[in-house]
């Protein structure tokens, strides 16, 4: 099936349900049919529902939807697109172990990443997307995933997914990528054998800013990676809070299964049922969505690549970007509705947010209202001064959502903007 008529329908059997629209299953817990289901349920012996902090219906339809169009065999929603980040890690390391993260992530993957696990233990070694070579040198047997994005928010590079995992196959180590800003219709990182996708879904798959959320799909076959492979022994090893289950014999798709089984247990970073109904009707319309903000997005690269005061434009589909062979490789029918440019400094890069009418001074992206945004002083604020640059964020980036408005209204606000700044 093409991935529109995915979108529509995937992970939904309405004439078994006999609704046209998922239902939301607003409840905690689901009623056993007696005591013994309820011991076969625990037991793994029978699949089913036991409470909604492991599993919901309506999330059970947006994570199969999604596993769908990423073309992943299995998914588990989150509360949010960092729980579902930190899952993809808890999922793997333990205090001594460490793991390798692109340097151009998100600001909170940084802190999470540079910071938060540090306390559990846990090292990150960074490297420069733009250079993978820099990897194979921080690779130890401690060494438990790579982590990186597939377009970086907000430098908007395009990691070479292929170069990235040939790496990690070559030291039978698990790689995930964060494809928030890509999305599945843009960019399919399974097809280059990355391991692990996780996404913020708070951004292009509700598509209107309405529900925070996230997810992390598990590639077909990813058994055989863990299999007998000693980086990954817990999953080899009986589970002693599970009654000595080992993940790695059962013949299901074991990464989500132990994500939903131990941290959503533990940890208990569950979505909310209504959430999940939004990212599905999100879902639907979000090939389409796709091809608008990219569109747009382009039209206004083009636009400022044009504008005195731009000293330079990230956005992966004009010619001139450094990361254009890149993006034209692994993303197909667009290049997605984020972008982000320079002018002289932190001031005017400021004068211009505060220039717009229709773009929204917003911390967000992926909605189909426009936002703008100064980087080094929200989303990165907390960045020391050599992240920042690591991060590549000068003090006059400024990034731009493209939304769904008109095209040519856009381009007019920043033009008044760039005119005033
Ligand atoms: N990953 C990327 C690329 C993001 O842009 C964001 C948020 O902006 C996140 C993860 C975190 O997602 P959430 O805000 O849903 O926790």
């Not at 993809?88 to 696990?117: F, M, P, R, S």
């Not at 219709?185 to 399974?190: S, T």
């Not at 058994?223 to 790695?248: C, M, Q, T």
């Amino acid at each position: 099936m093409h991935e529109q008529t995915l979108a529509i329908h995937a992970g939904y059997d309405k004439d078994a349900m006999g609704t046209m629209a998922v239902p939301i299953y607003q409840t905690t817990a689901y009623e056993f049919r007696d005591s013994e289901h309820a011991a076969n349920l625990f037991a793994l012996k029978e699949l089913g529902n036991i409470y909604t902090r492991l599993m919901n219906p309506t999330s059970d339809v947006f994570e199969k939807r999604f596993a769908a169009l990423e073309g992943g065999v299995a998914a588990i929603a989150t509360a949010s697109g960092m729980a579902a980040i930190f899952y993809a890690i808890a999922n793997v390391a333990e205090a001594g172990d460490n793991i390798i993260v692109a340097k151009q992530v998100y600001g909170g993957t940084t802190t999470l990443t540079g910071h938060t696990i540090k306390r559990f233990g846990i090292e990150t070694r960074y490297f420069n997307v733009a250079n993978p070579s820099e990897i194979e040198a921080l690779i130890d047997e401690k060494t438990k995933i790579i982590l990186f994005e597939s377009i970086t928010n907000p430098s908007i590079d395009v990691a070479d997914l292929s170069a990235i995992v040939s790496i990690a196959q070559k030291h039978d180590i698990m790689t995930c990528v964060d494809n928030t800003v890509a999305t599945p219709i843009l960019c399919k990182p399974f097809e280059s054998g990355v391991d692990v996708v996780v996404h913020s879904t708070s951004k292009y798959t509700t598509g209107q800013g309405l529900a925070l959320g996230g997810i992390v799909v598990e590639r077909h076959g990813l058994v055989d990676l863990i299999k007998d492979n000693d980086r990954y022994s817990h999953f080899n090893e009986p589970d002693e809070s599970y009654h000595g289950l080992v993940y790695s014999d059962l013949p299901l798709p074991l990464f989500t299964l132990r994500v939903r089984l131990a941290l959503m247990r533990d940890l208990g970073a569950t979505p909310a049922p209504f959430n999940s109904w939004l990212n599905i009707q999100g879902l639907e319309t979000l090939p389409l969505r796709m091809k608008q903000h990219s569109t747009s997005a382009m039209a206004i690269a083009e636009f400022l690549e044009a504008h005195p005061k731009v000293s330079k434009v990230n956005y992966p589909g004009l010619k001139s970007d450094a990361n254009h062979a890149n993006a034209s490789k692994y993303m197909k029918g667009g290049f997605s509705g984020l972008l982000s440019f320079e002018v002289a400094n932190k001031e005017t890069a400021q004068k211009i947010a505060d220039g717009t009418d229709i773009f929204a001074v917003v911390v967000n992206i992926g909605d189909s209202k426009s936002i703008i945004t100064h980087p080094a002083s929200t989303t990165h604020q907390q960045l020391s001064a050599q992240e920042l640059i690591d991060a590549g964020v000068p003090g006059g980036l400024v990034r731009l959502s493209v939304g769904l408005e008109d095209t040519q209204d856009l381009i007019d606000d920043l033009t008044k903007a760039l005119d005033n700044a």
